[in-house]
């Protein structure tokens, strides 16, 4: 079973950047669709940006799109989230997830809807003005 460990959540003004990472154990980057989720306060978990280095595919959805950047680091079987212009409605804890049998494209990449039973801590961003 895969334990991810997410870590770079922080509390930053409104413009500013943070770099997430996602880590762990029981998954390949190499072999896996790999995503990254958020859940605001109240609001239900949703997935914002995945990567599929299997066939190359990203994905963001359209509120990070442009301003988050997702990568991945082989030799280190990391996965990061690179976070500019950050906006109030970006606070929330951020989680990743990975899975061999979902993939990474189209519209509604099905990695970005599918429902995982794991998953790690979480790491807090939040940005206030």
């Known amino acids: 079973e895969a334990q991810f460990v997410e870590s770079g959540g922080g509390s930053v003004q409104v413009g500013g950047s943070l770099t997430l990472s996602c880590t762990g154990s029981?998954?390949?980057?190499?072999?896996?669709?790999i995503g990254w989720f958020r859940q605001a306060p109240g609001k239900a978990r949703e997935g914002i940006s995945c990567?599929?280095?299997?066939?190359?595919?990203?994905y963001y959805t359209d509120s990070v799109k442009g301003r988050f950047t997702i990568s991945s680091d082989h030799a280190k079987n990391t996965i990061y989230l690179q976070m500019n212009n950050l906006q109030p409605e970006d606070t929330a804890v951020y989680f990743c997830q990975a899975d061999k049998s979902w993939y990474c494209y189209g519209a509604n990449p099905g990695l970005l809807t599918a429902v995982f039973q794991t998953w790690g801590q979480g790491t807090q961003v939040t940005v206030s003005s």
């Open positions: 990567i599929d280095n299997r066939d190359g595919y990203t």
């Open positions: 029981g998954f390949d980057i190499d072999d896996d669709a």
